[in-house]
């Protein structure tokens, strides 16, 4: 069984490891010491966790059927005559999508800006680090 350090915990779950901790005080994540007195976090509570966590964030009366949102500042947009490519940093990932130009254009996305990507995809590869 997969089990996270605090520091690990919080970078999975976009919040800081003051709010880790606060959670593990408070009972809402169940932790673990080790001999050293480090805590660990079990990756089934971990990931029973994330997803009351994103189960909560869910938009109300989203009518979308794209259920991946990421949520984050656009860093750059590059346009040419035809195509855009729109970069968005959401937490720690590098969110890229390929926009027509006149949809960038009509949005208005300028690096700075807050938009959300919405991922609908019938191909995703699982990597394990």
Same mark, same amino acid.
């Given at each position: 069984?997969?089990?996270?350090?605090?520091?690990?915990?919080?970078?999975?779950?976009?919040?800081?490891?003051?709010?880790?901790?606060?959670?593990?005080?408070?009972?809402?994540?169940?932790?673990?010491?080790?001999?050293?007195?480090?805590?660990?976090?079990?990756?089934?509570?971990?990931?029973?966790?994330?997803?009351?966590?994103?189960?909560?964030?869910?938009?109300?009366?989203?009518?979308?059927?794209?259920?991946?949102?990421?949520?984050?500042?656009?860093?750059?947009?590059?346009?040419?005559?035809?195509?855009?490519?729109?970069?968005?940093? &959401?937490?720690?990932?590098?969110?890229?999508?390929?926009?027509? &130009?006149?949809? &960038?254009?009509?949005?208005?996305?300028?690096?700075?800006?807050? &938009?959300?990507?919405?991922?609908?995809?019938?191909?995703?590869?699982?990597?394990?680090?």
């Amino acid at each position: 069984m997969y089990k996270f350090k605090i520091g690990e915990a919080a970078q999975l779950l976009g919040v800081s490891t003051d709010t880790v901790r606060r959670w593990a005080d408070s009972g809402r994540l169940l932790t673990e010491r080790t001999e050293g007195g480090h805590r660990l976090i079990n990756g089934p509570d971990l990931a029973k966790l994330a997803q009351e966590i994103s189960d909560s964030n869910e938009q109300e009366g989203a009518t979308l059927s794209a259920r991946n949102r990421f949520t984050g500042l656009i860093t750059r947009v590059i346009a040419d005559g035809v195509m855009a490519q729109v970069e968005i940093q &959401a937490g720690p990932h590098r969110v890229v999508s390929l926009i027509s &130009a006149e949809a &960038a254009k009509e949005l208005g996305l300028k690096p700075g800006a807050l &938009a959300v990507a919405a991922i609908k995809a019938t191909n995703v590869v699982i990597e394990l680090p």
